[in-house]
């Protein structure tokens, strides 16, 4: 826990729950820029930010939202220094042993999303242990998209689909978009309604791009580590202020 968790526990009275979203996705940017404005090395800002998404989790958990889906590590994210891929690896595996055991006291259930093959053994061994541990557990459905690209995840759904029109097992005119979602990585969790990103970053870098159809947006100048029940609160009550008409009148 960090210490924004202390306050609003509850469901703040200004936010109405019939119109909270069901899931809510975060791109968790600006840990590197928080640290270097404190004089810090950017892996303080990664430590920094798994504390905070580990209390926007639970504050999720207490005021009733279904599905939270964070982007921890993108298919470009390859290209940062080596050391600090290195750093974030081991972090993803630490916290993920860690925290184990409480996510199931928490009754979470998570998932991880993206080509997991190519990340190291050890942290493909935590993760199939988390899936399978909390694969029953009936509470907020936590997705981790690691080694995620949302073209790369279209791709893939084509290229399974593809074979098994090769194989006739599947018609081309079988192919609508209930089966296309049935080949995505997130199968099985409803759309994302509120995509959070911080830092003031106006762009959804290749993050759920078909999920986000519908998706309401909001941005922030907050950089990740600073981003507290508060901030997330401001998200809220900006999203209920919103007409989500889905194309229609």
């Known amino acids: 826990m960090t210490a ?3 306050v609003l526990q509850d469901l703040p009275a200004d936010l109405m729950r019939e119109r909270l979203p069901r899931h809510v996705a975060v791109i968790m940017d600006g840990n590197g820029r928080w640290a270097k404005r404190r004089g810090m090395p950017r892996i303080m800002g990664h430590r920094r930010g798994v504390d905070v998404l ?3 989790l639970r504050c999720c958990r207490d005021w009733g939202i279904e599905a939270l889906t964070a982007y921890a590590f993108s298919t470009e994210n390859w290209g940062r220094p080596v050391e600090e891929v290195e750093f974030l690896m081991t972090l993803f595996e ?3 042993r860690q925290e184990l055991r409480e996510m199931m006291q928490e009754n979470v259930r998570i998932q991880f999303v993206g080509n997991l093959n190519a990340l190291p053994k050890s942290l493909q061994e935590e993760i199939e242990r988390s899936m399978a541990a909390t ?3 009936s509470g907020i459905r936590f997705t981790v998209a690691t080694n995620y690209g949302g073209r790369q995840e279209i791709v893939q759904a084509c290229r399974a689909i593809a074979r098994k029109v090769e194989q006739g097992l599947l018609q081309p005119e079988q192919i609508d978009e209930a089966l296309f979602e049935r080949h995505l990585y997130t199968c099985g969790t409803c759309d994302p309604d509120l995509l959070i990103r911080t830092s003031g970053e106006m762009r959804i870098s290749n993050f759920l ?3 986000m159809a519908y998706a309401e947006i909001y941005v922030t100048d ?3 580590p600073d981003f507290d029940r508060k901030e997330f609160h ?3 009550c900006d999203y209920q202020q919103r007409e989500r008409r889905f194309g229609k009148l």
Do not use: G, H, P
Request: hydrophobic share 45%.
């Open 4 to 6: 924004n968790s202390t």
């Open 54 to 56: 580990k209390d926007l």
């Open 94 to 96: 630490r916290v993920l």
């Open 135 to 137: 694969q029953n557990n």
């Open 209 to 211: 791009l078909w999920q």
């Open 222 to 224: 907050t950089l990740w």
């Open 234 to 236: 401001q998200a809220l």
